[in-house]
């Protein structure tokens, strides 16, 4: 194999894609000592959806050192999470500080090209090397142990970088996920979305102003309308891909028909213009892998599944996957043992919060739930509930989940096979 170094200290571990799973997850080996490349196939600052943060992840963000950042930012300051039902009645607004002291109740709507190229400076200013224009073709492998990674750079010839470590952190382009054939659907989920923007959108007054509004149509179908710089708000709607694209496969059309038909939504865009086209499409959002990680290499992030946005938790598990990641790395490196078992070390923890909000989403999709009647009838599980949509997840939440199981089926399960 020829591999070709164009950094002067030897790669430990190889990142594929800058989003801010990889960004974080280089920020914090660089830190631990262990040198990292990111190979990132775009040119930031692009454009990604997922601009919603939700508050537990403060706490990582503190821990990257990127809150004196966010502090400055134009981002509009999110305290609450409001539901508007399809005839215009109103929930009382979700407001973080009920469970959450101090500054950690609040968190940010953020525009993803800047917030993002924020994460990936962050790490080139760690040490990280990062290189742009710069697709990863495909993962290297020795026999069943990754080796390190082809890159194709925009300009000139393709080369191999090697590393002790290659993780997969490419989003939705799940590299590792569609080379190794792991990629599946996620069994009972099938959603699909298109969103746009808009200026001038009517904002609520005071700490509302940064609020995320779910605004529910038919068949448990909503929109997100979420505030961002610039007076750009951001509205999606997310339902079953049957229904959206029953008739017509045309986004606009589809787009403005759900828009539209949404009154309570437009209340809100009565004297907003739209500034964007519409993206998304018939794809479904869902999918995830059946290994986390390997022998030499380990997915974080959207390389690993992503379910819905209804919780707004994408972010937040790219960032805690990255750091449990870093952790378990760091611990291989130091031990020499890249095995997919100790590389991997994290899998359970993670996964295990992951299947607390596949329940979730299983449970706001089911016609006969309400998390109104859930906690009249479980008070005690309230707490849980408020965690989880905070994205406390990772930890013992199985008290919750038995008493979720009681009000509405569990999801079918992932037959998850670890490394
Ligand atoms: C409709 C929708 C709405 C959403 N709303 C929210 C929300 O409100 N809040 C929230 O938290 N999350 C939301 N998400 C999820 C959120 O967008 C993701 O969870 C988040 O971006 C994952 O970060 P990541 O770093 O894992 O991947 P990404 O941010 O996708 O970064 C991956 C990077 O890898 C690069 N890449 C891809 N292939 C290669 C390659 N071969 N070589 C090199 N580089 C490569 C890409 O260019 C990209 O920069 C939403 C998702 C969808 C689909």
Redesign the pocket.
């Known amino acids: 194999m020829n591999f070709t170094s164009q950094s002067s200290r030897s790669i430990d571990v190889a990142i594929?894609?800058?989003?801010?799973?990889?960004a974080a997850l280089a920020t914090l080996l660089e830190r631990a000592g262990y040198h990292c490349a990111i190979?990132?196939?775009?040119v930031f600052p692009?454009y990604?959806?997922?601009?919603?943060?939700?508050p537990h992840t403060f706490g990582i963000l503190d821990r990257l050192g990127l809150l004196p950042k966010l502090r400055i930012s134009p981002y509009p300051e999110k305290y609450s999470v409001r539901f508007v039902s399809p005839t215009g009645k109103e929930s009382t607004p979700f407001y973080f500080s009920e469970t959450i002291d101090g500054e950690g109740a609040r968190t940010w709507q953020v525009e993803?090209s800047s917030f993002?190229q924020l994460c990936l400076s962050h790490a080139r200013e760690q040490g990280a090397d990062v290189r742009m224009c710069?697709?990863?073709?495909q993962v290297l492998f020795d026999g069943a142990r990754a080796t390190g990674v082809r890159v194709r750079p925009s300009e000139g010839d393709a080369y191999d970088m090697a590393a002790r470590v290659v993780v997969d952190?490419?989003?939705?382009?799940t590299?590792l996920g569609e080379q190794l054939g792991l990629k599946s659907s996620v069994p009972g989920l099938r959603k699909a979305?298109l969103?746009s923007y808009y200026k001038g959108g009517r904002r609520l007054d005071g700490i509302d102003a940064g609020e995320t509004t779910i605004f529910m149509i038919r068949n448990r179908g909503w929109f997100?309308y979420?505030p961002l710089p610039d007076d750009v708000v951001s509205v999606?709607v997310?339902a079953s891909p049957d229904e959206l694209f029953s008739g017509t496969q045309e986004k606009e059309t589809i787009y403005a028909r759900e828009v539209y038909a949404c009154g309570p939504l437009m209340d809100r865009l009565r004297t907003a213009k739209r500034c964007a086209g519409v993206y998304?499409g018939p794809r479904e959002?869902a999918y995830f892998n059946r290994q986390t990680s390997g022998d030499g290499w380990v997915m974080?992030?959207?390389?690993r599944a992503?379910l819905d946005?209804i919780y707004?938790?994408?972010?937040?598990?790219?960032l805690a996957s990255a750091e449990l990641a870093a952790d378990s790395i760091r611990q291989a490196l130091e031990a020499n043992d890249l095995s997919a078992a100790k590389l991997g070390a994290f899998e359970a923890r993670l996964m295990a919060g992951v299947d607390v909000i596949r329940r979730l989403i299983h449970a706001f999709y089911d016609p006969h739930f309400s998390f109104g009647e859930f906690v009249t009838r479980f008070p005690a599980q309230r707490r849980a509930l408020v965690d989880c949509l905070v994205g406390d997840v990772l930890k013992d939440m199985s008290a919750f989940t038995a008493a979720l199981e009681q009000a509405t089926p569990p999801p079918p399960s992932l037959a998850v096979a670890s490394g």
């Open positions: 594929v894609g800058g989003g801010p799973a990889g190979f990132e196939a775009g692009r990604h959806i997922g601009e919603s943060l939700i993803r993002d710069a697709a990863v073709e952190a490419s989003g939705r382009s590299v979305s969103w997100w979420i999606g997310v998304g959002l974080v992030g959207d390389a992503f946005p707004s938790s994408g972010l937040y598990l790219a």
